[in-house]
């Protein structure tokens, strides 16, 4: 059973920085894709980032030149370094992975940005 941790949240001011961490448990951690998605107040979960097994990230729009996925196989983790942050950025930040199609989900780490 793949078990996802997330951590690194907190609150912050705008402009500025976090990194959230993701460990994973259960799965040959380096054959997997990673994901980060995100869930505001009322709003759906929307995706963020995501890094393949062979280390290429991609991102949404509204992230991209802001925030840096990366990862190590070596710790079975995940990153998601966020800088200049904003008010906008507030969500609960989720780690996912598929296998077997199957999605798991962390319990996820809240991030608030304050203005």
């Known amino acids: 059973q793949i078990q996802l941790v997330e951590s690194g949240g907190g609150l912050v001011q705008a402009g500025g920085s976090l990194r959230l961490s993701c460990v994973a448990s259960g ?6 894709a990673m994901g980060w998605y995100r869930q505001a107040p009322g709003k759906q979960r929307e995706y963020v980032a995501h890094i393949t097994s062979g280390g290429s990230p991609n991102y949404a729009d509204s992230v991209k030149g802001r925030c840096t996925i990366s990862r190590d196989n ?5 990153y998601l370094q966020m800088n200049t942050l904003k008010p906008e950025d507030t969500a609960v930040y989720y780690c996912n992975t598929v296998s077997g199609y199957k999605d798991y989900w ?5 991030v608030t940005v304050s203005s």
Request: aromatic share 6%; glycine share 12%; no cysteine.
């Open 27 to 32: 799965t040959r951690f380096n054959i997997n």
């Open 74 to 78: 070596a710790q079975n983790t995940v």
């Open 106 to 110: 962390g319990q996820g780490t809240q």
